[in-house]
């Protein structure tokens, strides 16, 4: 997963590297239990969308407008 979020960070940006991170978590929350507990797991989901949150309302998306869009219509297609 830290592979994963370095790799997605550097071509997609911030925003779209922790949302992918949070559904990671959520995903593997199962897996993830054998080497952390589910409130830890459930903390870091927790903190990821108060993080996005902060973005959202600063507008410090992953970049530019276009970009933006490019990551939305990225997302409806996968």
């Known amino acids: 997963m830290g592979m994963e979020f370095n790799d ?3 071509k997609h940006g911030y925003v779209y590297a922790i949302k992918l991170y949070q559904r990671r978590l959520n995903e593997y929350a199962g ?3 054998d080497i952390m507990s589910p ?3 459930m903390d870091k ?3 990821i ?3 996005l949150k902060v973005h959202s309302a600063t507008g ?3 970049g ?3 970009e933006e869009v490019r990551n939305f219509l990225s997302e409806t297609v996968n």
């Open 45 to 47: 989901i927790l903190d």
């Open 64 to 66: 530019s407008a276009l």
């Open 60 to 62: 410090t998306g992953s």
């Open 39 to 41: 409130k830890d797991i």
């Open 49 to 51: 969308e108060k993080e």
């Open 8 to 10: 997605v960070r550097e």
């Open 31 to 33: 897996t993830l239990s």
